[in-house]
């Protein structure tokens, strides 16, 4: 099972969840916990994980021999992202911002463009204790995070429990790290930014059509608008956080919700089994 943990926006708790559901699960479940932030990527800042292996992540970028080039500027044209022009007798490639398409190599009449590699980032791997970690890490400057993305799932395992650290949130990178979810946790916040977030990527998710859960975190703050919306949409909030210092200073410190408070253990485990029968609920439902 594949469980994606997202929000719409950043500093809604994601990661705490994440990670203290993925050490909740890992002594009795086979679990993995695959760091899709690749921007920025913390989860191994409260895992302190054993990294075994690495791979870097590269993708195909145009390279133009001018030699063979007539500059009728076909490539120029067939760009949708500007990552080549052509100026007078000047051919300027932006490989940053190249989506590696292959379009202008293939539509080239003098097929002066051939295709070459460029590093964009890396994945790593290991475990802490008996939990599997994967993270992807995009190198700085670069633009393109789904390709990392889409390397980092590649390494999911195909049993067990798969727990997807997402980033925050509703574009591309989002996208590519939910979709295959068969369920997506939304950790959201009491708070008319968090409930206008929660919107966006409920929207999200149901393009893709991909059932999700929300985790109400910081509760105490703000107004009770987001439970509100909960209910009129039907969307079930499986589990609630208070808004606590205690809880605030472990975070600062590293130290996940479940290490350094124990007794939010069982409640991550309720957590799961809302998830599983939601899950349940959806397999059933297709099966009618």
Same mark, same amino acid.
């Given at each position: 099972m594949i469980v994606s943990v997202a929000s719409g926006k950043g500093g809604t708790g994601k990661t705490l969840v994440a990670t203290s559901l993925a050490l909740s699960l890992s002594g009795d479940h086979k679990v993995q916990l695959l760091d899709c932030d690749v921007e920025e990527p913390n989860d191994h800042v409260f895992l302190r994980p054993e990294i075994s292996g690495s791979e870097a992540?590269?993708?195909l970028v145009p390279r133009?021999?001018?030699?063979?080039?007539?500059?009728?500027?076909?490539?120029?044209? #067939?760009? /949708?992202?500007?990552?080549?022009?052509?100026?007078?007798?000047?051919?300027l490639t932006?490989?940053?911002?190249?989506h590696g398409c292959g379009a202008c190599s293939y539509l080239c009449p003098e097929?002066?463009?051939?295709?070459?590699?460029?590093?964009?980032?890396v994945v790593e791997w290991g475990h802490s204790g008996s939990l599997g970690f994967v993270q992807g890490k995009l190198a700085v400057g670069e633009a393109m995070a789904p390709p990392v993305i889409r390397k980092v799932k590649g390494y999911?395992?195909?049993d067990g429990v798969v727990i997807i650290d997402v980033p925050p949130g509703t574009s591309c990178p989002v #996208?590519? /790290?939910v979709k295959g979810s068969h369920l997506c946790l939304l950790v959201t916040e009491p708070t008319p930014f968090g409930l206008n977030d929660l919107a966006l990527a409920v929207e999200t998710v149901r393009e893709l059509d991909i059932p999700c859960a929300i985790v109400l975190n910081r509760a105490g703050v703000g107004d009770s608008k987001v439970e509100q919306y909960?209910?009129?949409q039907n969307i079930p909030i499986l589990l609630t956080i208070p808004l606590d210092t205690e809880i605030a200073r472990l975070y600062s410190r590293g130290v996940t919700l479940v290490e350094g408070m124990p007794l939010w253990k069982p409640r991550f485990l309720q957590l799961l089994a809302g998830i599983m029968d939601i899950v349940d609920e959806g397999t059933r439902s297709t099966k009618r």
């Open positions: 992540v590269s993708m133009v021999d001018e030699a063979r080039c007539t500059y009728c500027g076909k490539c120029a044209q #067939v760009c /949708a992202y500007n990552a080549i022009a052509v100026l007078g007798k000047h051919v932006f490989s940053e911002l190249c097929q002066a463009i051939t295709e070459e590699s460029r590093q964009i980032g999911g395992e195909k #996208v590519e /790290a909960c209910g009129e």
